[in-house]
């Protein structure tokens, strides 16, 4: 994905909330069903993007993501919030709650 591309994901009035996962990761996949929750939830009030870092290697490491998975929100083009590894589903919504 080309750097302008994920920049112009990551631009705009609605928070962004990115899951850097990889397909090899264990918590990576016992997270993606709260994100897909989540996106389901947020249907509307924010958008939810999933980024492998083994295919998109250059915005990771853009980003300096270490570890998988790694959850950040973004708003309006700048990083608001940062979380890594397999966290409750609540702290994700708090966190989009308080930038949406």
Not at 35 to 45: H, V
Request: with cysteine; charged share 25%.
């Amino acid at each position: 994905m080309p750097k302008t591309t994920f920049q112009s994901l990551i631009e705009g009035p609605k928070p962004v909330l990115i899951d850097f996962h990889a397909e090899w990761c264990g918590p990576c996949k016992s997270m993606s069903p709260v994100i897909k929750d989540i996106a389901g939830k947020y249907s509307g009030k924010a958008r939810v993007i999933k980024i492998d870092i083994d295919k998109n290697p250059e915005i990771a490491n853009q980003y300096q993501v270490r570890g998988v998975p790694t959850f950040m929100i973004f708003k309006e083009g700048k990083m608001v919030w940062r979380e890594s590894g397999a966290i409750p589903a609540g702290m994700i919504t708090k966190a989009l709650d308080q930038f949406s």
